[in-house]
C-alpha cells in the first residue's frame, strides 16, 4: 500500500473516532416474557436497504365521535423509556440491530398526548371527553391471535384482536351559554381498566361500556359496565360474575332506556377444540359443476374443518337482556350473532346470524345469514330471509349480493321495516330496468298482505333520508362505471306523487356537490331530516351541508334548501380568508317537528394553518359563536409552518394541485432551496375536468400522525403532500391502460413546481407512499429515475400478476387485460430501478392484495438486479402499523434513509465503484461511458482531461478507492476541507485531503 494511501485510510480511522461514531440507542427492552427473544425487524442483505412510508396527515375531525355509539379510538403509550436519538449516519451493521428510535425532534412530536375524542349525549346537553394514550407498546399487538373467516380474533379476551380503548370519561355539562361545566369523572372502576364501547343509554342518563384488564402475559375477558351520568358513578351490569361478553361480532345495544340486549360467552361453553394430530383428511376444493366464481385475494380465510370448529366457538353467543335494576334472562338459541337491531318504538329485536355451510374462499361476511324478527324479549316471530352462501358475486364494481339486502327498520314509524332486492342477480354487467327495488312491510304483517313497493331504481341502491312523516324521503342511487349519482324525491305515504328527480351529477364534479341534508334525532332515538321553517312561510326546507369546493380550496357552507321550489339561500359559510370552518352537528334537534330558524343551534369546527381544531357553538338568530374546547397545540415546535396550496399542469393540460408545506422560518431566498419528500396517492377519474378540481383548502390545519411525512419538516424538509395524481380514462377507455404514463406525467409536473419556486433542490427530491402509494413510487424509480434521488414503499403490492381478479378500481381480470396487469406492476420493471428504495412492510398484513410476500418478492427482484434496496419487516404489524417501538422504527429508518440518499445521497458511491470495476481492465477511456447518473447532489462523472497529474495508480481505480473516504470526510464530518463548490473536480478532492 503506498503512502498516500496509507495516510488516507489512517485520517478516515481517526476522522471516524471523532466525528461519525454512532451514538446510537440500545436496542428497545425485550416487553415480552424473559423467555421470548427480542423481538427486531427482519432485515435481508447488509447492503440492501428499506425504509417506511409516512402516513397521511390525520383527519381534523378526527376526535369526533359517533353519538350513540362511540367506538374504541386508537391509543396506547408505550411502556418503554425513550433516550437520546441517533444519529443518521451509522454503519449498516449497526442499522440491522433492533428497535430504534428516530431523532428527538420527530420522536418528541410522535409522543405527545393525544387530544380526546368527544361524544355527545342524544339531548345535546352533555359531552363526553374520552381520554386516550398515545402509542401502544408491542406487548399488545404481540399477544396471540387466531385468523378466523376474515377475522382475527384474541382468544384470551374472546374479542377482535388490536383493540384500542380509553383511559378514562369525563362528563361535561353543556351550559345553556354556550360554556362547559366542571368535569365529572366516571369512577368506581379498578385502576388500569381499559374502557372499550362507550355507548349513551336512549334518555342520555346512563352510558354503557367495557373494561378490561391485561398485561404481558395475561389477559381478561370484556365485562359490561353502567355509569349514572349524573353522578359519574360506575357499577357492573351483571352482578354475577360468570357473564362476560363476546364482541367477535355485536357486542350490546340499548333495548330500551332501562335495559340492553348483550352478547355474552354461553356458560355451557366447554375447551376450545383441539386440533387434531391427524387430519381427518387431504384438504379438497372442487368446482366440478363448471361454477364461474372470481374473488379477489382475501386474507385470514378458514383453511380447514378445525378452522370452521374454532370460528364456530369462538364466534358464538347467548344473547342476554339484562336490565339497570339486575335482572338477567337469556334469550334465544347460541348462535354466531352478528348484529341486534331494536325497533324505534323497542318493541321488537331484527337479529342477523351466520350459519354453516362456511367458505374457504371467502370472509365471513359471505357466509350464509339468517335475518329474524324476535319480540324485544326475546320471542321469536318470523324468519324474513336467510341468504345462501355467496362466494359468486360478481368482481364488477356495484356488484352485490343476490335477493333481500341492507334490511333497516324505517327511522319514521315504530316498527315498519324496508330493505332492497337485485333485480339483476346482483351482476352490474347485466343491463336490466329496474336495477334495483326498495320494498317496506310492517313488523307483523297482515295475513296475506305483501311488501310494498316504495321505489324502483336504474342506478345501484345508496340509501334513504326519511323525514318525520309519510310525505317525504330522498333515496339515492349511483353508478360507479360513469360516477353519476341521483337523488330522488319521494312520497312514502302517497301513491298519488310521482318520484321525483332532485339531484343528478357526476360523483367526480365536486364543485357542484349541493351538500348533504342535516338530520335531527327524534324521541325514539332514530334520525330523520331535519326541516327548518321560517315565519310567515309555508315552505319546507332542508339544511344542506356542504365542503364547498371551489378553485381557491373549500369553503364548507350551510345551505337553506327549499326542496319544492330548489331555490337555495346560505345561511352560513366558513371564513375563507384565515380560518377553515365546517359544521359538525346540528345541537337543536332534541324537539319534535319543524325547527324554526331562530332557534338554530349548530356545533361547528374552526382551524387555521397554524391553529388546531376547536369546536364552538353557533346560535341563531346572532350566529354567536362559542367556543367549547380549548385544546393545546399538539405539536407547538411546528406551530409556525408554512403551509400553501399550489396548482399547477400536467404536460396534457390537466390541472394539478398538491399542498406545500415548509418549516418554521424558512426562507428560500436566504436559505436556498430544501431536500423534498413528495408524498402521494393515485386517484382514478372519469374526466379532465374533474381530475382538475380543487379538493381541501389551504387554510386547514397540518394534522401530522404518528407516521405522517410532515413529521421531516421537523428535519427541514419540504414536504409536498398528497399531490394530485390523477389516473383518466375518458369515455370507454379505461384509466389503467395508461397508467405509467400518467403517473410520470403527473410527477414531472409536481417535481418540476417545487424546483420552480425554489423551495426543492433538484437533486435532493424524495419520493414515497403508502399501500397504493408504495404501489405509484416503486412505479415511479422504474419508469421516471431522473425525478427523484430515493424512494420509500410501505405496505404496498408490487405484482399484479399476484391479484388476478382485479385490484384498487381495476375491475377487469388478468386475461381480459393481461398487458395492463404486467405493465403496470413494477415488479416486472424491477430491472429499471437503480436510485435507493426502502421497502416496509407489517408481517401480519391483513389488507386484501397487499400480503407480506408482495414486498418479499420485490426485494429479491430488486436484489437480483443489483438495485440498492432495504426491506424492513414489523412483526406482529398489519397493514397500518400501531405498537410505539413499530413505528419509532419505521420513522428511525425513514429518516435514515432520506438523511443518507436525499439529503447527503451516498448512493453515488455504490453507483460510482460499480463503474470504476468495469473500468479497471480498461483504463479510464471508458469512464464517460460508465457514468451513471444518481441525482441528489452527487459528484457527476468528468473528462479524461480532468483527471491529469494523478499519478501511481490508474485515474478511474484511484478515484474508485477515494471517493467513499472524501464523501464521508467533505459530507459527515464537521471539518472545513475547501472543497470545490460542485465537488466535480477528482484531483482537486484528492489533493486537498492529501494536503490535510
Known amino acids: 500500500m503506498s503512502d498516500r494511501m496509507l495516510h488516507l485510510q489512517k485520517l ?141 380474533i384474541d382468544a384470551k379476551c374472546n374479542t377482535r384482536t388490536r383493540m384500542s380503548f380509553y383511559t378514562g370519561i369525563g362528563i361535561h355539562q353543556l351550559l345553556p351559554d354556550g360554556t362547559l361545566g366542571s368535569e365529572v369523572e366516571v369512577h368506581g372502576f379498578p385502576e388500569g381498566a381499559k ?67 348483550v352478547c355474552t360467552i354461553p356458560l355451557s361453553r366447554g375447551d376450545p377444540p383441539k386440533k387434531p394430530v391427524v387430519p381427518f383428511g387431504p384438504k379438497i376444493q372442487s368446482n366440478e359443476q363448471k361454477n364461474i366464481i372470481q374473488v379477489r385475494t382475501f386474507q385470514d380465510l378458514l383453511k380447514d374443518e378445525y378452522d370452521e370448529d374454532l370460528f364456530d366457538y369462538y364466534a358464538t353467543s347467548q344473547l342476554v337482556l339484562a336490565s339497570l335494576d339486575g335482572m338477567v334472562k337469556e334469550i334465544g338459541p347460541p ?61 364488477a364494481f356495484n356488484s352485490v349480493r343476490r335477493g333481500m339486502r341492507s334490511l333497516n327498520w324505517r327511522a319514521d314509524k315504530p316498527s315498519t321495516l324496508y330493505w332492497v332486492e337485485t333485480q339483476d342477480e346482483g351482476d352490474a354487467k347485466v343491463d336490466v330496468s329496474p336495477r334495483d327495488i326498495v320494498y317496506t312491510q310492517p313488523a307483523e304483517p297482515l295475513e296475506g298482505e305483501d311488501p310494498t313497493i316504495l321505489h324502483k331504481l336504474d342506478l345501484r341502491y345508496g340509501g334513504i333520508s326519511w323525514s ?25 305515504g302517497s301513491n298519488d306523487v310521482s318520484p321525483r ?112 381544531t376547536q369546536y364552538y357553538i353557533l346560535s341563531w338568530p346572532e350566529k354567536k359563536a362559542c367556543q367549547i374546547t380549548n385544546f393545546p397545540h399538539p405539536y407547538p415546535q411546528l406551530a409556525s409552518l408554512q403551509k400553501e396550496m399550489v396548482r399547477y399542469q400536467r404536460k396534457d393540460g390537466v390541472q394539478l394541485t398538491a399542498t406545500l408545506y415548509l418549516p418554521p422560518g424558512y426562507d428560500p431566498a436566504r436559505d436556498g432551496p430544501l431536500p423534498c419528500l413528495v408524498w402521494s396517492y393515485p386517484g382514478e377519474f372519469k374526466s379532465k375536468d374533474a381530475a382538475g378540481q380543487v379538493r381541501g383548502s389551504p387554510n386547514e390545519f397540518a394534522g401530522i400522525g404518528p407516521t405522517s411525512a410532515l413529521l421531516w419538516m421537523a428535519r427541514r424538509f419540504a414536504i409536498l403532500s398528497g399531490p394530485t395524481i390523477p389516473i383518466i380514462g375518458e369515455g370507454d377507455e379505461e384509466a389503467n391502460d ?55 414503499a410501505r405496505s404496498g403490492a408490487y405484482n399484479r400478476t399476484l391479484t388476478p381478479f382485479g385490484f384498487q378500481n381495476e375491475e377487469r381480470t388478468l386475461w381480459e387485460a393481461t398487458s395492463t396487469y404486467v405493465e403496470m406492476s413494477p415488479f416486472m420493471s424491477a430491472n429499471k430501478i437503480k436510485k435507493p428504495i426502502l421497502l416496509i412492510h407489517g408481517e401480519e398484513d391483513n389488507n386484501p392484495g397487499t400480503l407480506t410476500m408482495q414486498s418479499d418478492r420485490f426485494f429479491n427482484a430488486l436484489k437480483g438486479h443489483g438495485a440498492l434496496c432495504r426491506l424492513v419487516i414489523l412483526p406482529f404489524e398489519s397493514h397500518g402499523y400501531a405498537a410505539r417501538e413499530s413505528i419509532m422504527h419505521v420513522l428511525w429508518e425513514t429518516d435514515r434513509w432520506l438523511q443518507k440518499y436525499c439529503v447527503s445521497d451516498t448512493s453515488d458511491v455504490n453507483v460510482d465503484q460499480d463503474a470504476c470495476k468495469d473500468s479497471i481492465g480498461t483504463g479510464s477511456a471508458n469512464s464517460e461511458s460508465k457514468a451513471v447518473a444518481t441525482g441528489g447532489g452527487s459528484c457527476s462523472e468528468v473528462s479524461n482531461s480532468e483527471h491529469e497529474g494523478v499519478d501511481s495508480l490508474p485515474r478511474s481505480l484511484l478515484w474508485c478507492m477515494f471517493r467513499g473516504v472524501i464523501n464521508l470526510v467533505i459530507l459527515q464530518s464537521k471539518l472545513l476541507i475547501l472543497a470545490p463548490k460542485d465537488c466535480s473536480s477528482h484531483i482537486h478532492c484528492v489533493q486537498t485531503v492529501r494536503t490535510a
Open 12 to 152: 478516515y480511522h481517526r476522522f471516524s473516532l471523532r466525528s461519525f461514531t454512532p451514538h446510537s440507542l440500545p436496542p428497545f427492552p425485550s416487553l415480552l416474557s424473559p423467555t421470548r427473544p427480542r423481538l427486531r425487524p427482519r432485515t435481508h442483505a447488509v447492503r440492501s436497504f428499506r425504509t417506511s412510508a409516512v402516513m397521511s396527515a390525520t383527519s381534523r375531525l378526527s376526535n369526533i365521535v359517533p353519538v350513540n355509539a362511540v367506538a374504541a379510538e386508537s391509543a396506547g403509550n408505550g411502556s418503554v423509556s425513550s433516550t437520546s436519538a441517533t444519529t443518521p449516519f451509522e454503519d449498516d451493521e449497526d442499522s440491522a440491530l433492533g428497535y430504534r428510535l428516530p431523532p428527538k425532534e420527530i420522536k418528541d412530536i410522535v409522543d405527545a398526548p393525544p387530544l380526546p375524542a368527544l361524544s355527545f349525549s342524544p339531548h345535546r346537553d352533555k359531552i363526553l371527553f374520552l381520554k386516550r394514550r398515545a402509542l401502544p407498546p408491542l406487548t399488545e399487538l404481540a399477544r396471540p391471535e387466531l385468523k378466523l373467516a376474515g377475522v382475527r
Open 195 to 261: 374502557i372499550n364501547f362507550v355507548t349513551w343509554s336512549p334518555d342520555g342518563r346512563h352510558l354503557a361500556f367495557t373494561i378490561r384488564f391485561d398485561d404481558e402475559s395475561t389477559s381478561t375477558k370484556l365485562k359490561v359496565w353502567v355509569a349514572q351520568v349524573e353522578t359519574g358513578v360506575a357499577r357492573p351490569l351483571f352482578e354475577s360474575h360468570e357473564y362476560s361478553l363476546n364482541a367477535v361480532f355485536d357486542n350490546f345495544v340499548w333495548v330500551n332506556e332501562s335495559s340492553l340486549s
Open 335 to 395: 348462535a354466531v350473532y352478528t348484529s341486534m337491531d331494536p325497533s324505534p318504538d323497542h318493541k321488537y329485536l331484527l337479529i342477523s346470524s351466520l350459519h354453516r355451510p362456511y367458505s374457504f374462499i371467502v370472509p365471513c361476511g359471505r357466509f350464509p345469514k339468517k335475518v329474524e324478527m324476535w319480540t324485544a324479549d326475546g320471542k321469536f316471530l318470523r324468519e324474513l330471509c336467510d341468504f345462501p352462501l355467496a362466494e359468486d358475486i360478481p368482481i
Open 468 to 492: 318525520d312523516d309519510d310525505s317525504l324521503a330522498l333515496v339515492y342511487e349511483s353508478w360507479y362505471k360513469t360516477r353519476r349519482t341521483r337523488t330522488w324525491v319521494i312520497s312514502p
Open 501 to 612: 328527480i332532485l339531484f343528478d351529477r357526476s360523483s367526480e364534479d365536486v364543485y357542484s356537490d349541493p351538500g348533504s341534508p342535516m338530520l335531527r334525532r327524534t324521541p325514539a332515538g332514530t334520525y330523520v331530516l331535519a326541516k327548518v321553517k321560517k315565519e310567515n312561510d309555508e315552505g319546507t326546507y332542508l339544511l344542506l351541508n356542504g365542503n364547498g369546493a371551489t378553485p381557491e380550496g373549500n369553503i364548507p357552507f350551510l345551505d337553506l334548501f327549499d326542496i319544492n321550489t330548489g331555490n337555495k339561500e346560505r345561511i352560513w359559510k366558513s371564513d375563507k380568508e384565515k380560518y377553515y370552518e365546517g359544521v359538525v352537528a346540528l345541537m337543536s334537534d332534541e324537539k319534535e317537528g319543524d325547527l324554526p330558524i331562530n332557534t338554530l343551534k349548530i356545533l361547528t369546527s374552526k382551524e387555521s394553518k397554524t391553529e388546531n
Open 738 to 792: 395508461k397508467y405509467v404514463e400518467q403517473l410520470v406525467a403527473s410527477a414531472e409536473a409536481a417535481v418540476e413546481e417545487v424546483i420552480r419556486r425554489g423551495v426543492a433542490h433538484p437533486k435532493k427530491i424524495a419520493v414515497g407512499g403508502h399501500s397504493y402509494g408504495a404501489f405509484m413510487t416503486a412505479n415511479l424509480l422504474a419508469h421516471a429515475p431522473h425525478l427523484f434521488a430515493c424512494g420509500i
